[in-house]
């Protein structure tokens, strides 16, 4: 099957406090809550963001500009074995998307302040959905298995693994 080419523009750009990927970048925000960051949605965008302020949390779907390679087979930063990548939450993936649960902290004039970052200062925002736990968390009482995941845990022995050191050990040249 053939499909056209998927061409997408950014809605708006993501402003954090992490101006370089070895700025200690949590790779999971929730890992680390409380950086701060702001959205800046483009003008012909400022009235999608309509209605937003009544929602705590947001999930941002961006374009991880920094990474430039694709793997297939990555090592996550909690793991010591190589996993395919789709099984992780790698830059260095196919279209390079990244997804991330934040929470809105206020919405003025098409700037939308958000907590729990975890991108680097720039990257261009591609969409915005309200989070809503009756769509997005799954149903209680239901299994929820998480793969390979489930052996970690977010110990105080762990948090050093939770964030970026070096733009090296990011691109994993030295794997």
């Known amino acids: 099957m053939s499909f056209p080419e998927i061409v ?9 406090p992490f101006k370089r990927v070895s700025d200690g970048i949590p790779i999971q925000g929730r890992l680390h809550p409380g950086a701060e960051g702001h959205i800046d949605l483009f003008d012909e ?5 309509r209605d937003l302020d009544g929602f705590s949390h947001l999930f941002l779907l961006f374009y991880m ?8 087979i990555t090592k996550p930063y909690m793991d010591t074995v190589t996993r395919g990548v789709l099984s992780t939450r790698s830059p260095h993936r196919p279209n390079h998307l990244g997804l991330t649960l934040v929470r809105l902290i206020g919405i003025e004039a098409g700037s939308l302040t958000i907590r729990d970052v975890d991108m680097v200062d720039g990257t261009p925002l591609l969409d915005i959905k309200p989070y809503n736990p009756l769509f997005d968390a799954a149903s209680k009482g239901e299994e929820v298995k998480t793969g390979w995941m489930k052996k970690i845990s977010l110990d105080d022995s762990v948090r050093g693994t939770t964030k970026t050191r070096s733009h090296e050990e990011w691109l994993q040249e030295n794997e």
Request: aromatic share 4%; charged share 25%.
């Open 8 to 16: 997408m523009k950014p809605i708006g750009i993501i402003h954090t």
């Open 45 to 49: 965008y400022r009235d999608a963001g």
């Open 65 to 72: 500009h920094v990474s430039t390679v694709e793997r297939m």
